[in-house]
Structure formats: C-alpha cells, structure tokens
C-alpha cells in the first residue's frame, strides 16, 4: 500500500509541476523553458515568508502572484514579440531563466535555504501510517486538475482559449481578443509554476538550480501530453509509477532517469503522443 501512495503522490506532484507549462504550451504553443526558473522563484517566496515570519501557508498564494506578475511582464516585454518564431522563443526563455537563476544567485546565495514544513506528521490511511503533507499534494493536483476543467469549459476565457487552440485566425475574426488570452494563459502558467515551487518546498532542497531537473521531466510529460490535461494527468500516473518502481527495486538514479527515456520512447513510437494518439 505504501508503493501504491507513493506512485499517487508523485504523479500528483508531477502534475502540478507540469501544469503550467502545459497552460502555456497548449494555447500559445511555445515551450516556456523559464519555467524551472519560475519554480525556482516561488520556492523562494516560500523562503521570503519565513524570514519574513509570516505563516508558511501564506507562500502559496505569494508564490502564485508573483509568479503571475513576473510573468505578465515577461510576456509584453519578451515572448510577446515572438509568437510567430517559436524557435526565437525558445531560446529567450532558454535565456531567461539563466539569467533568473543568476539573479537569485546574486540575492540569496548559493546555500541550500531551509523553510518550515506546511504540514509535518503521518496520518493512518488505508491501513498505513503515510506523510500528511504528500497525501495533501494528491488534494493539490485535484484542485488544479477540477480548477482547469472549470476554467476551459465554464469560462469566457476557457472558451476563447479552446477557440485560439483550434483556429486563431478564425477566433481573431469573430473578435475575440488574442492578446489577452494569450497573456491571460502565460500569467496563468507562470502563476502556477510559482505555485509549483512553493509546494515543492516541504519536499526537496531550495537552492538556485532547483527547477532546472524538474524542468527536463515536465518538458517530456507535456511533450506526451499535446494540450489536453486529462493526457497529462495519465501520463503522470504512468510515467511517475514507472519512476518509483525503477527507484526503489532497481536504482535511484535510474529512477531520475525514467521519465526521460520513457517519454522519448513514446514519442519515438508515436510523435502525437497521448493527446492524439
């Protein structure tokens, strides 16, 4: 049992940390490689509050609105310019998080930075004593998962979304507003990548290239993924199980690896990957 709520929860990390540069990648069909930066930048909200001496909890919407307005400033002033040279867009944000990391650096450091736990103990759950605050990331990804599902389908800006998706010029004709949605999904998907590093808190070091190894896997999930955030979510589950079960029968750094080669394998076989399979 305890093997099987370690697979749920990390696919539930995953998700969250994937999430939002699927946002991204799905409307504006660019990679946002900033997005380990950003991650890095909400994990570090997290450590502005405790210095702060604020309630820990308070990180997660900090970290969310300075996600957001970093990130609507990234899109006027940099991605915005690009959208028709993806490639062009790619390397910016390349180069972007660079120079975030670097920026961090320079303020907080190289040294790890420790933050208060936001739920410590175990709780029994079917039969086991598990962590708390791992079971409260399955609770997470569900908000994030049913907040989605609830922005596209009950939406005004779900609907304009789903129509840029499908035919931007024939969205733009009928007058909705391409601009917006595009920098109302970028500040959505940065949003949340900050939100992803403050609850990567509690579970992993904080240090100034700590987004960088949870870029590489949520690149691969969402190349997998296409846009649809149900594909997502399976290939979480799949490809997480996948990364625990390597990690503790075989080796963990094979496990660090898992994700990787398993994605490239299905995009090997299938370049639509899940979406559209």
């Known amino acids: 049992m305890t093997l099987l709520l370690d697979i749920a929860t990390t696919a539930a990390v995953l998700f969250i940390v994937a999430s939002g540069l699927l946002a991204i ?35 997660l919407p900090f970290a969310f609105l300075v996600g ?14 690009l959208y028709r040279r993806p490639l062009d867009a790619i390397l910016a944000t390349w180069g972007l998080g660079i120079v975030i990391g670097q920026l961090i650096t320079l303020w ?71 601009g917006n949605v595009r920098l109302l999904t970028f500040v959505i998907g940065t949003g949340l990548a900050g939100l992803a590093g403050a609850l990567l808190t509690p579970l992993t070091s904080v240090d100034p290239n700590m987004g960088v190894a949870w870029l590489i896997g949520a690149f691969m999930l969402v190349m997998v993924a296409g846009s649809s955030f149900g594909a997502l979510a399976v290939a979480c589950l799949l490809f997480g199980g996948a990364q625990v079960l390597v990690s503790t029968f075989l080796n963990p750094v094979l496990g660090g690896v898992t994700i990787a080669v398993l994605c490239a394998l299905v995009l090997r076989l299938n370049p639509k990957g899940f979406a559209r399979g």
């Not at 190289?110 to 990331?137: C, H």
């Not at 990804?141 to 049913?146: E, H, K, Q, S, T």
């Open 68 to 81: 957001a307005a970093l990130g609507a400033l990234t899109e006027r002033l940099i991605v915005k310019p």
């Open 25 to 59: 990648f799905g409307v504006l069909k660019i990679i946002n490689f900033a997005h380990g930066a950003w991650l890095t930048v909400g994990a570090y909200c997290s450590v502005l509050i405790a210095h702060w001496g604020l309630n820990p909890w308070l990180s």
């Open 108 to 178: 907080f450091g190289r040294d790890v930075q420790m933050t208060p736990n936001l739920m410590s103990g175990t709780v029994g759950f079917l039969g086991v004593d598990y962590s708390a605050y791992r079971l409260f990331a399955v609770v997470a990804a569900l908000a994030v998962g049913i907040g989605f599902t609830f922005l596209l389908d009950g939406t005004r800006l779900g609907l304009s979304a789903r129509a840029v998706i499908m035919n931007e010029s024939l969205a733009r004709a009928l007058g909705i507003d391409t």
